[in-house]
């Protein structure tokens, strides 16, 4: 049953580069965390405290008061065996669920083709961002993708064909030398080709769009204005991706790392005002992910690739709430260094699939994970 009439709508929140979960759920009564953070631990004076074990970082306040409104699941330990640590590879693996292969088909793309199985919605689905992600390619599957919804409908005819091309041309670079040339490579290029198809119905959003929010002026706050302007103007769209990094914090993430939340944070918040105040957030859930969590032991100045993270589901629709274990801290417990992921992703996309889209998720994650229960029971589906 669809929320309140309306069918429910995802909103993926890709935190690129690998977000050090260590230092973004804090167990701040846990002595092996400031063992293991000289240089990044954060003060337990200073950690937004969530419970009697877990806070977050304090940069996250808008999260925080999501958190404490009930409208937020952080899912604890999340990952899959075996972690590769390599960011193309298991941003690779998130996206197509596919750890034991190269995969060509996203798993967001296959839940789209449910939804619109003849594609007779060109913006079904929305990406606001360069180049097209991994997780929206299935074969005949359309994504719009708009870098910029402000200006997308000011460029004249020769600039969107540019706009187009240089897409077009990321997203080639960024899968042709994991995949090569040859046919998949042809279905690759034709998908990106699909994939601007729809765009221009999406200008007449800013046209109808009228918000007392102010969202800040950094890019994510941007790109979930778009996504707003386009829920509220209605154009049927079920499946919205954005992203935000880079996460990659070998270095400098003193500085890095709470900016970055920083700017989330206060994005989300605002997008979920922006909803509120239109009326239009209680058929929305909001997905946060990054392809793995960071070293336990910080390297002076940063943290290096690991293993085990956290992923957030947001909205008035999730039952808020810690789900899944905080992994074992402890020298022992550790696998080169790293936290265990205990919550195999794919159990996290079967119940935003199967709980919140109203789809069987089996098919479109390759298996059967276990599920955590952070959707509200009573409904949504496609």
């Known amino acids: ?46 950690v937004l405290k969530l419970d009697d074990k877990l806070g977050l970082h304090p940069t996250m306040g808008p999260i925080k008061e999501l958190y404490e409104k009930g409208m937020v699941a952080i899912v604890n330990g999340v990952g899959y065996e075996n972690s590769p640590r ?56 359309s994504v719009a993708s708009v870098a910029d919804l402000s200006t997308y409908g000011l460029l004249t005819s020769i600039e969107e064909t540019e706009q187009r091309d240089k897409m077009l041309e990321r997203f080639a670079n960024m899968y042709a030398q994991a995949i090569g040339t040859g046919p998949v490579m042809d279905y690759i290029g034709q998908t990106g080709l699909d994939a601007l198809k729809g765009a221009d119905i999406l200008k007449i959003a800013p046209e109808r769009y009228s918000s007392n929010v102010e969202y800040a002026s950094a890019a994510i706050s941007k790109n979930l204005r778009d996504v707003a302007m386009i829920h509220e103007a209605d154009l049927g769209t079920r499946v919205f991706y954005t992203q935000l990094g880079s996460f990659d914090t070998h270095a400098a993430q003193a500085s890095s790392h709470p900016k970055l939340w920083n700017d989330a944070s206060i994005a989300i918040s605002d997008f979920f005002d922006d909803l509120r105040e239109h009326d239009a957030d209680d058929n929305v859930v909001m997905f946060l992910f990054s392809e793995f969590g960071r070293r336990v032991r910080d390297n002076g100045s940063g943290t290096d690739h690991g293993a085990a993270g956290v992923t957030f589901v947001i909205g008035r629709n999730v039952k808020g709430g810690m789900y899944s274990e905080y992994p074992e801290t402890n020298a022992a417990a550790l696998q080169q260094g790293d936290l265990v992921p205990n919550q195999d992703f794919r159990g996290v996309y079967s119940t935003i699939l199967e709980d919140w889209m109203g789809m069987e998720a089996a098919p479109i994650v390759n298996g059967h994970f276990e599920k955590p229960a952070f959707i509200k029971t009573n409904g949504g589906s496609s």
């Open 86 to 141: 390599s960011h193309f590879r298991s941003m690779d693996i998130w996206h197509t669920c596919e750890p034991d292969k190269v995969g060509t088909e996203g798993w967001l793309g296959r839940a789209v083709k449910e939804i619109d199985p003849k594609s007779e919605n060109p913006v079904t689905c929305v990406n606001i961002g360069q180049g097209l992600p991994r997780a929206l390619v299935a074969p005949g599957v």
């Open 1 to 46: 049953m669809a929320r309140n009439g309306k069918p429910p709508v995802l909103v993926v929140f890709q935190l690129t580069g690998g977000n050090d979960y260590f230092n973004t759920v804090i167990p701040y009564t846990d002595g092996n965390y400031y063992d293991n953070r000289p240089t990044l631990q954060v003060a337990e004076d200073k």
